[in-house]
């Protein structure tokens, strides 16, 4: 159901995007996506947007934005994560 990394993350790296996701964002309806900044306004956070996209990739999990919406692919760790920590 969920994307499969190239590696597991560390905290840190977890902490970067559950933070964002805690503070402005949302899980997609089909429960495949963390959409970060979800009020659409990602390109008013550059730094943090551009950092999210590096470390996905780097991963090797998919990112999109759209109409300012940073959409980047749930992995199991994510999902474990948020739910023990950022709710």
Known sequence: MYATPNRPMNQGELDLICRI????????????WLQLWDGGDADDHPEQR????????????EVTVVEGILNVQKTQQLHDEIGARWI
Not at 21 to 31: E, F, K, R
């Open 21 to 32: 996701w805690a503070d402005c964002g949302s899980d997609d309806p089909t429960d495949r």
């Open 50 to 61: 551009d950092a999210v996209i590096a470390l996905a990739k780097e991963v090797g999990l």
